[in-house]
């Protein structure tokens, strides 16, 4: 008795398991799901874009964003060394960010 009842238990458990593992490898990688890495890389690179331009500390700072493959690389001006150093820390906050590179420049005072 034990031993027939056994063997759908065993079956239901693989099948449980096998699904599992096969949605946690889906939401890990990118490339399987139906969204391109070139549409996560531009939604990416417009949620950084917009998080920076209507971030008040960094009023007075112009920015653009280019990423790749959740790298983004971050150019344009700030004001200052602080909002330099904040324009970086909200950018990688945002989630999907897997590296972030900066070609900020500090503005002179003119």
Do not use: C, W, Y
Not at 21 to 36: C, E, H, K, N, V
Not at 44 to 67: K, M, P, S, W
């Amino acid at each position: 008795m034990i031993k027939r009842n056994l063997v759908p238990i065993i079956v239901v458990a693989t099948s449980l398991f096998a699904g599992i593992g096969l949605t946690a490898f889906a939401i890990d990688s990118p490339q399987g799901s139906a969204m391109s890495m070139d549409s996560f890389d531009t939604s990416l690179n417009d949620r950084v874009e917009t998080l920076l331009r209507t971030d008040i500390a960094l009023a007075g700072g112009h920015f653009r964003a280019q990423t790749k493959a959740g790298v983004v690389t971050l150019g344009g001006t700030v004001p200052d060394e602080q909002s330099l150093r904040r324009a970086l820390d909200l950018a990688s906050s945002v989630k999907g960010v897997r590296e972030i590179r900066s070609g900020l420049v500090v503005e002179t005072p003119k």
